[in-house]
């Protein structure tokens, strides 16, 4: 089944085939997740309505993370099989992650003068999240840098798998610093948030995973053929 | 600049939505142009055209 996926005109087929799915499924749910979240959901006793940003702010979040990681995974079998498959996926992957974390920056932003007075602090959580965003613009450039991509897809996923020390410095900032963003409200012990708060959140992470996947193997298959056709 | 509370939350969804368009967007330009994918093919055909003509 994953050898199969690792052709490219199966994987090409395929994705062909699924992007459209996951959009609409991802707008659907994202639809869904926001009118519970914005019209449904209870008003938050200390923050009031405000708090309503976390139907689109923690999802980027996660995102930004996750694709990170999802993208190591494909510089890991990239840097054993060297297959064009992981190859343009790592490729895919990048765009994606830096447009989420640009928008959980921004949205933080907007939600941080609110709640704390300011739009920016240099707090640990939020450092480690600006320096995910210059490394995902670095491997970008990188990625585009050398003219053999054989050569360039080596590079890019050392780097990768380099830069992707701060993933848990992020997720663990909370922790290791004092920092003014909350800590967990979700962890692998279970959730603080009620459930009806947490309802639409669960739909929205759904629907922007869904969008994303969609957007990632759309730009998959289209840079596959640029990598066939050169 | 200050914004309600609600003036936060919307400018926050609007922003999302902008992003995902512009991913989206941005992704459905990736790979080659099609203008100068004809034009290649096109050329490849003319080649293969005259090189058989010199062959006769």
């Known amino acids: 089944m994953f050898s199969q996926l690792a052709s490219p005109p199966k994987f090409h087929a395929l994705a062909s085939w699924f992007w459209v799915w996951l959009l609409l499924a991802g707008v659907l749910f994202l639809g869904l997740g926001l009118y519970t979240g914005l019209f449904l959901a209870p008003v938050d006793v200390q923050q009031g309505e405000v708090y309503r940003a976390i139907y689109v702010h923690v999802p980027a979040a996660w995102m930004s993370m996750f694709l990170y990681l999802v993208a190591c995974g494909?510089?890991?079998?990239?840097?054993?099989?060297?297959?064009?498959?992981s190859a343009v996926m790592m490729r895919a992957l990048l765009p994606t992650g830096a447009w989420m974390t640009a928008l959980a920056l921004l949205t933080g932003a907007l939600w941080g003068k609110p709640t704390w007075g300011a739009?920016?602090?240099?707090?640990?959580r939020m450092t480690s999240e600006l320096l995910?965003?210059?490394?995902?613009?670095?491997l970008i450039a990188l990625g585009q840098l050398a003219t053999d991509p054989s050569k360039a897809d080596r590079v890019l996923a050392i780097s990768l798998l380099?830069?992707?020390?701060?993933?848990?410095?992020?997720?663990?900032?909370?922790?290791?610093?004092n920092t003014l963003h909350q800590g967990y409200s979700v962890s692998m012990s279970g959730s603080r948030i009620h459930p009806e708060i947490a309802t639409g959140m669960w739909l929205s992470v759904l629907g922007f995973w869904l969008i994303c996947a969609s957007t990632v193997l759309n730009r998959a298959r289209r840079l596959l053929v640029q990598r066939r056709w050169q | 600049?200050?914004?309600?509370a609600w003036e936060t939350v919307w400018l926050c969804v609007a922003?999302?939505?902008?992003?995902?368009?512009?991913?989206?967007?941005?992704?459905h330009r990736a790979g080659p142009d099609k203008i100068e994918q004809a034009r290649s093919s096109q050329r490849g055909n003319r080649m293969a055209r005259v090189s058989k003509e010199t062959e006769q």
């Open chain 1, 74 to 85: 494909y510089a890991m079998l990239n840097w054993i099989y060297r297959s064009d498959v």
């Open chain 1, 132 to 138: 995910l965003l210059f490394i995902y613009l670095g």
């Open chain 2, 1 to 4: 600049m200050n914004f309600d």
């Open chain 1, 162 to 177: 380099i830069g992707a020390v701060n993933i848990p410095l992020i997720y663990l900032s909370v922790v290791f610093w």
């Open chain 2, 15 to 27: 922003l999302s939505v902008l992003v995902l368009l512009l991913d989206a967007w941005h992704a």
């Open chain 1, 119 to 124: 739009y920016w602090v240099w707090d640990a």
